[in-house]
């Protein structure tokens, strides 16, 4: 059975309508949403990261939390920047995550997108070397941080403190955290380079690409090129595949209230200008949960992920991101095999 998880951009604003106001509503929603996701039977509370923004921006207090009020749900991000990030004080602070949560921690990480800041991850201190592009520091970071969860020695013991000079590994180290990283490909050349670094391929309702063939196929196109790059490159295990889609089934007055009149207009792929080059989003799908669920059973990507990542609308709050939910996993899933 695929998994369906919720994909969650932790956005607050203090404006009408909204059910979450400020950043504490925005982080005690989104561990309530997660322990009431894991409570009808989803697979996964997911979160955006980003900087500068009334958005989430510091995954893993929020992650540690929703680890230590679950049992069975994968808690994870998609993605985290990783221009941005210390790869050694995450090492540490995504092993002892994942050791609080026994296992259940997936890390999705990318070179991220647009940023409220200008080049905001100088701001942070990391600032690309000349001739080095902002991908190329956040797969620097990345690479470092691979080799961290993995045990490398990345310090040199100190002779005085241990009476020998050798490579020391970060701690805590959680096993097979390796194992559940995720890259956030935005196209299919970096599918291919997702697999060839080992990692599972996350990937949303964006492609930075278009061919003019429908995004669930353009999206199954890279799905089968990950794939056999994988297979090229002769990794043991099996790898996971996400794709994330905006569903909204109208079950009630509420849904149909916010979401009825989007139904049609949002049913078609869109393409548009991203960072000066073409792109392909993906469209909605508004319906009812029948109609919904024989669309999604003719989504090309979806049929070929593992795991469906369903964005929600999380200022409506916990009820309302529940009951889809819960309408997603009863009345949608069995259709997705």
């Not at 106001?21 to 989803?42: K, M, N, P, Y």
Request: charged letters at 20%; hydrophobic letters at 40%.
């Amino acid at each position: 059975m695929k998994r369906i998880g919720f994909l969650s951009f932790g956005h607050w604003q203090p404006v009408p309508g909204s059910q979450v106001r400020t950043a504490r509503d925005a982080l005690v929603q989104s561990i309530e949403l997660a322990v009431a996701a894991e409570d009808v039977g989803a697979d996964g509370a997911y979160f955006r990261v980003h900087h500068f923004a009334r958005q989430l921006a510091s995954p893993f207090p929020l992650l540690a939390a929703i680890a230590a009020r679950t049992n069975r749900i994968e808690m994870g991000t998609g993605v985290i920047d990783m221009r941005y990030e210390n790869p050694l004080y995450m090492a540490e602070e995504a092993a002892a995550t994942d050791l609080i949560s026994g296992g259940r921690l997936q890390l999705g990480v990318s070179r991220g997108s647009p940023e409220t800041a200008l080049r905001g991850s100088e701001s942070f201190g990391f600032v690309p070397e000349p001739g080095q592009t902002d991908a190329d520091l956040a797969r620097d970071h990345t690479e470092l941080f691979l080799a961290a969860i993995d045990g490398a020695g990345v310090a040199v013991s100190n002779p005085q403190m241990t009476g020998v000079e050798q490579p020391l590994a970060i701690e805590p180290r959680s096993p097979g955290l390796s194992e559940r990283i995720w890259w956030g490909a935005g196209s299919r050349a970096t599918a291919v380079w997702t697999a060839q670094q080992g990692m599972n391929l996350m990937s949303s309702t964006l492609l930075t690409e278009d061919t003019g063939v429908p995004f669930d196929q353009l999206q199954a196109e890279q799905i089968r090129m990950f794939r056999d790059a994988w297979r090229e490159a002769g990794h043991e295990r099996e790898p996971r595949v996400s794709v994330s889609r905006s569903i909204i089934p109208l079950i009630d007055d509420e849904t149909r209230h916010y979401f009825g009149l989007r139904a049609q207009a949002e049913a078609k792929d869109q393409v548009g200008l991203l960072e000066g080059g073409l792109a392909r989003f993906g469209r909605s799908y508004v319906g009812e949960p029948d109609a919904i669920a024989a669309e999604l059973a003719q989504d090309e990507a979806v049929a070929a992920a593992d795991t469906v990542l369903v964005t929600v609308p999380n200022q409506l709050g916990v009820d309302f991101n529940a009951r889809i939910l819960e309408s997603i996993v009863r009345d949608i899933k069995p259709a997705l095999g």
